[in-house]
């Protein structure tokens, strides 16, 4: 298998001050509703045939909450894994011919898994090109003391990504590093034994929020202070290819350490939703096929309550092309 060179896919900054914000218009666009001005602001600039709200219900609104928002549809799964909350939204959605249809998902809003699982569930059904945004706020609510879940319980690993892992097999989590400590605390207790390899959103979204994550990370329980130096990879925030390259680079380095060996690699992306399309793209055009030589698979803790808030503006919207 020849290496993917994440440089050459395509990404281009939107101007928010656009009215369509989108210079092509779209067949379908999906996004995941919250309270967040990034969310719904970029919902209304978007020229798009058919426009469908996700309501997950982690994020817990009531339906008289949800009374004046507008869309082609709104799809309101009940149940939270995202095996149900996908093959719902797909099967609500309309498409004619999926391998040359528009179709652009807003990841801003969505939950982790059900963002990953979206990717490359549509990856399987045809579709040759996927648009993803991600738009980036001014500031988190409470700068690094900003909490965006409330609950989660058990961590484990992405429906439909789930490769059995290999018996006597060394086990290495390579984590994207964001402001969510106690995900972050719970993922690296249930992968104790497990060599980390912390990737960092640098350069982050502003100045000050590579710091807050670093401050926020040296919170990471059981994980030594060492653990979190020695071994340092970096990728921009916003962008999901930079992203991809860096796990690349990383499962290289692992399997060239111990040839000898084989490999179970965990991939946790607990940074922006930027980085979380990152991970789930380099899963569906690399990891998938790496069986050879263990296994990659995704994990995430699962989270039953979520913040509908926790940014204030917006700052830059990005545009990702996924070619699958």
């Known amino acids: 298998m020849s290496t993917i060179d994440y440089d050459i896919f395509y990404r281009e900054q939107l101007l928010t001050e656009n009215y369509p914000i989108n210079s092509a218009p779209f067949d379908i666009f999906i996004s995941a509703f919250n309270t967040s001005d990034r969310v719904k602001d970029v919902f209304d600039k978007i020229d798009s045939s058919q426009k469908y709200w996700l309501i997950h219900p982690e994020y817990r609104f009531s339906e008289d909450e949800l009374i004046e928002i507008c869309a082609t549809s709104t799809v309101k799964p009940t149940e939270l894994s995202e095996e149900s909350q996908v093959h719902l939204l797909i099967s609500s959605i309309h498409i004619e011919d999926i391998e040359t249809c528009k179709i652009c998902i807003d990841s801003t809003g969505f939950m982790r898994n ?25 500031q988190y609510i409470d700068n690094e003391k900003t909490h965006f879940s409330v609950a989660a319980n058990e961590v484990r690993t992405l429906y439909g990504t789930a490769i059995t892992s290999t018996t006597n097999a060394k086990d290495s989590l390579i984590m994207s590093i964001g402001f969510d400590h106690d995900l972050m605390s719970q993922v690296v207790n249930d992968y104790e034994g497990a060599t980390f390899y912390p990737l960092y959103a640098f350069p982050s979204l502003s100045a000050d929020m590579f710091q807050q994550s670093a401050y926020r990370s040296s919170n990471i329980i059981p994980i030594k202070n060492n653990d979190l130096t020695t071994r340092k990879f970096f990728a921009p925030a916003n962008d999901p290819f930079s992203t991809a390259k860096q796990i690349q680079k990383i499962v290289e380095i692992i399997h060239f350490k111990e040839q000898n060996l084989k490999h179970n690699i965990y991939l946790c992306p607990l940074s922006t939703k930027a980085q979380v399309v990152g991970h789930a793209y380099y899963w569906w055009k690399e990891g998938q096929y790496q069986t050879s030589r263990g296994m990659i698979n995704i994990v995430l803790p699962m989270c039953t309550s979520y913040k509908r808030e926790t940014s204030i503006g917006l700052k830059r919207v990005w545009q990702y092309t996924l070619e699958m």
């Open 114 to 138: 059900v963002l990953a699982l979206l990717i490359i569930a549509l990856g399987h059904l045809g579709a040759k090109k996927i648009n993803v945004l991600y738009s980036e706020p001014i």
